[in-house]
């Protein structure tokens, strides 16, 4: 499966983005996750799309919300109120797995997919 996403971009704090994660084909598993310079990738939500089971990150809780338009093999993350700190690449990757006290996590090395990421930059 090959994952494509779109819709970053620059905005000011307090602001609103909606990122896109398209594939290529049907998926059972997505996660956003985000790297910021100098800092280690974050995972930032993660749903089960038969289900739309969803996790957020508390660092996020309350602002973002992932989502998934399955008839599209489409899932989105809405951000809103965002902040300076939300500043990083933002990738989609399949599948995505939560586990307690770790979080969201990505494929390991080999048994999926990552997309090319999508700069957020907020500006306060």
């Known amino acids: 499966v090959q994952l494509e996403e779109s819709g970053g971009g620059s905005v000011q704090s307090g602001g609103s983005l909606r990122l896109s994660c398209g594939a290529s084909?049907?998926?059972?598993?997505t996660g956003w996750f985000r790297q910021a310079p100098g800092k280690e990738r974050e995972g930032v939500a993660c749903?089960?799309?038969?289900?739309?089971?969803?996790y957020v990150a508390d660092s996020v809780k309350g602002r973002f919300t992932i989502s998934a338009d399955n008839a599209k093999n489409t899932v989105y993350l809405q951000m809103n109120n965002l902040e300076p700190e939300d500043t990083a690449v933002y990738s989609c990757?399949?599948?995505?797995?939560?586990?307690?006290?770790?979080?969201?996590?990505?494929?390991?090395?080999?048994?999926?997919?990552w997309g090319q990421g999508t700069q957020v930059t907020v500006s306060s």
């Open positions: 084909g049907f998926t059972y598993s």
């Open positions: 990757a399949t599948p995505c797995s939560v586990v307690d006290g770790v979080g969201a996590l990505g494929p390991e090395a080999g048994f999926g997919s």
């Open positions: 749903i089960s799309q038969p289900d739309g089971t969803a």
